[in-house]
């Protein structure tokens, strides 16, 4: 396996003039095995339809710093780009949204252009590889290891924005209807950078600890809750919406959904909102079935996209925010003011740990993918590479006005699936991801997505991330230890992600000093984030419980010693069964043969 020119040691191979760069620049556009190749196109589009012949023989596979044609890295970076939409829109779409800050939808576009663009800056940082200056530290992965928008932002900052609207943080109307907050997302993205310093300080620890103190015993249950509180807002959004509607009132602008006035609208619940999501969902199943190796690698995307063309044929679309929405957007059109909000640091803590076990795990998916190492000191460079970056992009996303960002993981199935690891499609994604946030006209039709149709595609991608969590479980020996830990951990966690107002009213403090109301406010947001409290007390007590004997060492018996001589013997004796049956059938077999001649001449 080759990992060149990504060096631990100096580099001695003689370096490239800017006409050699140039030369082999214009080869690349002017010439026919640059732009186009003989690489077998129809692969990527050939359906499994149960009446078509299989191929025989994979499409070749390219590695880290291959020679690949222009076409096929533009087209395998749009691909790329394309697993990777729904996962990048939907974080800034919910906080944005009713259930977070209750932004207008000018302000919810800007939000969804900025994270394109931001997730597309930020992803060609890890896959540049970035060495600092006099040191053995570099940022980033020199991989395929694309960024997106974290989910795991979605429960702290929903919990968050109902804290802040309860205590008169966030502004509400006489009648009780939250008004857009920007003050409260300020506070969550300005906590958001100063809690990324966290994960950078741990990026110069040695992977060794790293594995040591968050192992998959802590980071496993981590993200399944995480999954399962995810899946809630998904379905709520299934039947219509996860603002105001929801409690289906009989007076006001949200006795439908989304409200009076909109295209449309039904009571939440309606089935025409259940269907819409179910037909996200069914066409999301079938192109995984019967879809070519590109349809498979976008089938969400697909989902999605054909939910759109049903919505919009039936009446459920509004073009006016299309309409109204500027042609062009960039980072800083709209900004926040950044504050830190005390009870949000220590559940960010915990997305942060989160955040660094997911990038961990998914470089060494995307090395191994890739062909490359997954053990040495080139790898450990690797991770320590990718864990500080996704420190650096987490500071720098909540300067760009976005929530903090993580390593993407669906991205090592699309390179497993087009046998294509080269940075070239990496970057051929950044460039269209940069593309689509900038022509805001795109980000404007992506909110205008009905949230039944959102509904159905956020279920299914929240789901995947608890099956993520429950295959890093599924690594974790059973031992009496573990399964403990498992169950302290989340016992609590479950039961905060299922009555998330368990504590509301533990504290009954009403005076006038803020910092004691703070830490009050701080204690129980804590314990009523599920994920947040598992990920501590998995910590806590993955310290302090020490593996017993028995869970150690494998034990050793008499049975276990004589296993192979036993196994030995036991073939023997089948073997001589089978052959004594094997006579005993034939001398009956001769037997009845001499009976029935017999029987003949004595008749």
Not at 62 to 78: I, Q, R
Not at 220 to 238: A, C, M, N, R
Not at 496 to 522: C, E, I, R
Request: proline fraction near 5%.
């Amino acid at each position: 396996m080759d990992d060149s020119p990504d060096r631990i040691g100096p580099d001695l191979t003689p370096k490239k003039t800017w006409g050699d760069k140039a030369r082999g620049l214009g080869k690349a556009f002017t010439t026919k095995q640059g732009l186009i190749g003989d690489y077998d196109y129809a692969f990527l589009f050939k359906p499994n339809l149960p009446f078509m012949a299989r191929a025989r023989r994979a499409a070749p596979f390219f590695g880290l710093n291959d020679t690949m044609p222009v076409l096929l890295a533009l087209l395998l970076g749009f691909q790329h780009a394309l697993s990777m939409l729904a996962g990048i829109i939907t974080p800034p779409i919910i906080i944005g949204g009713q259930g977070g800050a209750n932004f207008s939808g000018d302000e919810t576009q800007y939000l969804v252009s900025t994270s394109l663009i931001v997730c597309g800056i930020l992803s060609s940082v890890q896959i540049t590889r970035f060495h600092i200056y006099k040191t053995p530290y570099y940022i980033g992965t020199g991989l395929i290891s694309v960024v997106g928008t974290s989910f795991a932002i979605i429960p702290v900052a929903s919990g968050a924005f109902a804290q802040m609207y309860k205590t008169g943080y966030c502004p509400t109307a006489a009648d009780g209807t939250k008004l857009a907050c920007p003050q409260g997302y300020g506070a969550i993205i300005g906590t958001a950078c100063c809690c990324a310093l966290f994960e950078i300080l741990l990026s110069f620890t040695s992977p060794k600890y790293l594995k040591k103190f968050f192992p998959p015993i802590v980071t496993g249950p981590t993200v399944t809750l995480i999954g399962i509180s995810l899946i809630q807002s998904g379905f709520e959004d299934w039947a219509g919406g996860s603002g105001s509607c929801m409690a289906r009132p009989t007076t006001g602008p949200y006795t439908v959904c989304p409200q009076v006035g909109a295209p449309h609208a039904l009571p939440w619940g309606s089935a025409e909102f259940i269907g819409l999501g179910f037909l996200v969902f069914v066409t999301i199943i079938i192109c995984e079935r019967f879809g070519s190796p590109i349809m498979k690698s976008c089938a969400v995307v697909l989902g999605l996209l054909t939910g759109c063309i049903v919505a919009g044929a039936t009446g459920y679309f509004s073009a006016s925010g299309i309409v109204s929405a500027p042609a062009v957007s960039f980072i800083w059109v709209k900004t926040f003011p950044l504050s830190v909000y005390g009870p949000i640091v220590l559940p960010l803590l915990a997305v942060y740990i989160v955040l660094m076990m997911e990038a961990i795990g998914d470089i060494s998916a995307t090395c191994d993918v890739s062909r490359l190492e997954v053990e040495g000191k080139l790898f450990d460079s690797r991770i320590q590479g990718g864990v500080l970056a996704d420190g650096f992009n987490g500071l720098l996303a909540g300067l760009c006005t976005i929530t903090p960002m993580s390593t993407f993981a669906q991205n090592n199935g699309v390179i497993a699936l087009t046998r294509c690891a080269n940075r070239k499609a990496g970057y051929a994604c950044c460039f269209f991801l940069i593309v689509m946030g900038i022509f805001s006209k795109f980000a404007a039709a992506l909110v205008a997505i009905p949230s039944s149709v959102l509904g159905g595609m956020t279920t299914f991608l929240f789901s995947a991330v608890a099956v993520s969590g429950i295959r890093i479980i599924s690594t974790v020996p059973f031992t009496r230890r573990n399964r403990f830990i498992l169950t302290a951990s989340l016992a609590i966690g479950f039961g905060a992600t299922l009555v998330p107002d368990w504590v509301s009213n533990m504290f009954t403090y009403a005076g006038d000093n803020h910092a004691k109301q703070g830490f009050f406010n701080a204690i129980v947001l804590v314990l009523e984030t599920g994920f947040a409290v598992t990920a501590f007390l998995a910590i806590i007590l993955n310290l302090i419980l020490h593996e017993e004997i028995e869970d150690e060492a494998e034990e050793i018996t008499a049975n276990l010693v004589d296993e192979a001589d036993d196994q030995e013997e036991w073939s023997k004796i089948r073997g001589q069964k089978g052959a004594d049956q094997t006579t005993t059938t034939a001398s009956d077999g001769i037997e009845a043969g001499e009976k029935g001649a017999s029987k003949e001449l004595q008749m």
